[in-house]
T-cell receptor, first 113, second 115 residues
Framework: AQSVTQLGSHVSVSEGALVLLRCNYS??????LFWYVQYPNQGLQLLLK??????LVKGINGFEAEFKKSETSFHLTKPSAHMSDAAEYFC???????????FGKGTLLTVNP | DVKVTQSSRYLVKRTGEKVFLECVQD?????MFWYRQDPGLGLRLIYF???????EKGDIPEGYSVSREKKERFSLILESASTNQTSMYLC??????????????FGPGTRLTVL
């Protein structure tokens, strides 16, 4: 069984500040981990994914995430927030033979000017 | 680029109506998925299909059925719509190949309101 916990349903940062969105996972098999972003009135777009290669993964728009097996975490970071980063972010885990993704409940990121 | 399209962005239906939501992907993906998205609940899997005419129940299949007659098309059916099915519905597709990393590609979503 797999599960994802996103800590904080709403995170608010100032423009130029560090963005940190937290994700912890549980998986009985070696996981693949994903971060997706959803802009208002749109579908989900892949930001980055971990697939057992490098533990530090770089994605689009300056985001990156680090896989830490000992902490079962996959936190998303960006050094300097931009107004255009305001969106909802979803962490997801998969693993096993059926290619199903299990999503967290999402974190809404607000960027203040 | 992978393209997943959904037949409607917004849909308003009456209680008891039969509702069809259509999804088409253009990447020859084996897997297709239907989710519903509700505030505070994230995405919940309704059904998925791993091949033509094959389907499996997800986490919340009650009140829904699906159809996959062609590889590129996956339909979600609400046999008798109810107000608690008012939600955003997202379709996704993904590959099952040997080097698959389970990435799913999403459509823009259909916001369904049942009155």
């Amino acid at each position: 069984a797999q599960s994802v916990t996103q800590l904080g349903s709403h995170v608010s940062v100032s423009e130029g500040a560090l963005v940190l969105l937290r994700c912890n996972y549980s998986s009985s098999v070696p996981p693949y981990l994903f971060w997706y972003v959803q802009y208002p009135n749109q579908g989900l777009q892949l930001l980055l994914k971990y697939t057992s290669a490098a533990t530090l993964v770089k994605g689009i728009n300056g985001f990156e995430a680090e896989f830490k097996k000992s902490e079962t975490s996959f936190h998303l970071t960006k050094p300097s927030a931009h107004m255009s980063d305001a969106a909802e972010y979803f962490c997801a885990v998969s693993g096993g033979s059926n290619y199903k993704l299990t999503f967290g409940k999402g974190t809404l990121l607000t960027v203040n000017p | 680029d992978v393209k997943v399209t959904q037949s409607s962005r917004y849909l308003v239906k009456r209680t008891g109506e039969k509702v069809f939501l259509e999804c088409v992907q253009d990447m020859d993906h084996e897997n297709m998925f239907w989710y519903r998205q509700d505030p505070g609940l994230g995405l919940r899997l309704i059904y998925f299909s791993y091949d033509v005419k094959m389907k499996e129940k997800g986490d919340i299949p009650e009140g829904y059925s699906v159809s996959r007659e062609k590889k590129e098309r996956f339909s979600l059916i609400l046999e008798s719509a109810s107000t608690n099915q008012t939600s955003m519905y997202l379709c996704a597709s993904g590959s099952t190949g040997a080097y698959s990393t389970d990435t799913q590609y999403f459509g823009p979503g259909t916001r369904l309101t049942v009155l």
